[in-house]
């Protein structure tokens, strides 16, 4: 099976190697959880490896979307929009049923076989906006079918009330249709923030069975730790983290260079306390190494 990059710095060594090739994975998440980050992380690291991304959002409209993606640190998505290589389809508001059946279809058959990203975020209003189980399996069944001959989908998926063992009514048919599924454990008590993930199942590849603390940084997004180990407070992280990094800066494109030094320039100390440093500069370095070495022999 082949592996494409996730774009969640520390997440592809839980899979294997990645995501695979022409899968659907659905992450699944309480609000504020982190999924449409994890959701951009995917487009942005498909978008900076050269690929096309296609953004399906059925909820939010295209301008809130891209001034939270800003917000949070992609500050260049801008000029992937300006020359088309990354597209929106705003369904939000519409007749789901229609759009799964009719458009959908027509804007697949126009993207078939480009090997491009997909997202589709959330997957919820489909849930909501159809009464019978069958039609609701009927409609997830063809609209992750029809991404996958585009192909690669993340989708996202909202997780309602308090328990975290997934078994609301809205998950059951996504996770048994899903290649793959991941589940953002999110949770605050008494003003303390767990955040965990969990890789629930993934088709055809091994993974990690463990549930692995993770954060959430602007400019990087998750970051998914192996383990954790709290950096002192005293120490200026950023800092560290960049003159670390610097020892191999020719491992990264020009372009993520930029976007990597922009970021910790932005950062301090806070940002990183449960993040060790090491691992983090190893799993950047694994990330886009690989991508930087394909690029400069297709360019030789």
Known sequence: ??????????????????????????????????KTTFAAQFLRRGLEAGNDALFVSLDENQNQIIK????????????????????????????????IRHELPTFVEQWKGSESR?????LTPVIWSTEGRYEQRELLMLLLKETKNIGTAVCTLEE????GDLSGNEIVIPMYLADCVIHLKYSRKGGATSRLLEIVKCRNSRHSPLSHPYTIVKGFG???????????????????????????????????????????DNLNDEDFADVDLTQLVNDLVTTYSE?????AKKNG
């Not at 309602?160 to 328990?163: F, I, K, V």
């Not at 002192?232 to 003159?243: E, F, G, M, N, W």
Request: a positive charge; charged letters at 25%.
């Open 1 to 34: 099976m082949r592996k494409i990059k996730s774009g969640v710095v520390g997440l592809d060594s839980l899979l294997d190697g990645g995501i695979n090739e022409n899968s659907t994975t659905v992450v699944i998440g309480t609000s504020g959880a982190g």
């Open 68 to 99: 939270e993606a800003v917000e949070m640190g992609w500050t260049d998505i801008h000029g992937y929009l300006d020359d088309g290589s990354l597209v929106f389809i705003d369904a939000s508001g519409k007749k789901f049923s229609k759009f």
């Open 118 to 122: 997909i997202v589709v975020d959330p």
């Open 160 to 163: 309602h009330g308090s328990r």
């Open 222 to 264: 998750l970051l998914v730790q192996g383990r954790t180990r709290r950096i002192s407070q005293t120490k200026k992280a950023p800092q560290a983290l960049k003159r670390q990094l610097q020892k191999y800066e020719t491992s990264f494109s020009k372009r993520v260079w930029k976007n990597i030094t922009t970021s910790l």
């Open 291 to 295: 991508e930087k070495g394909k690029n």
